[in-house]
């Protein structure tokens, strides 16, 4: 494989002096954390989706979910005081990101968003989550995550 790339969220994380880890694997098209901790032979519970939704006002949020959950949207909105929490479409998340769906990573997002994420992740010692560009995550301590993006854990997971 091929060099890891630098992107927004590396950096901010090598400027906040978070050690973490460079992971590239083969990326497919709708293959999600499933390929990804396949690939990098990790459990899929500690690959982390990010998910850009947005609320019934259309301001965006980040979530950051295990990936072999789901999200309750209708949980997140009561826990972000939000009538209701939506996902956004493909170019929209884009278009807040920054980066390609696919690709996206809460680090170094274009816009600056509220970033929310189960709580449960946090009990884990060793996370992955995308380093910002397709087939590429980075592994870090979820500690060291809630530090730089000032997260709001939530209770929002579903089987």
Not at 58 to 84: C, N, Y
Not at 98 to 109: K, M
């Amino acid at each position: 494989m091929s060099k890891a790339p630098s992107t927004p969220a590396t950096r901010l994380l090598k400027q906040a002096g978070v050690p973490y880890t460079e992971h590239l694997y083969r990326y497919e098209e709708h293959g999600g954390t499933k390929v990804s901790a396949r690939e990098m032979g990790v459990e899929e519970h500690a690959v982390i989706k990010t998910l850009i939704m947005e609320d019934d006002k259309g301001v965006p949020l980040v979530i950051l979910m295990h990936g072999d959950r789901e999200v309750s949207t209708k949980e997140l909105a009561r826990q972000t005081g939000a009538r209701s929490v939506q996902p956004c479409k493909p170019e929209v998340a884009n278009r807040h990101s920054g980066y390609l769906v696919g690709g996206t990573s809460p680090l170094g997002t274009k816009k600056a968003m509220p970033v929310h994420a189960e709580a449960s992740l946090f009990e884990l010692g060793r996370i992955y989550l995308n380093g910002g560009s397709r087939g590429f995550l980075v592994g870090l301590d979820p500690k060291d995550l809630e530090r730089v993006l000032k997260v709001n854990r939530v209770n929002v997971a579903i089987l």
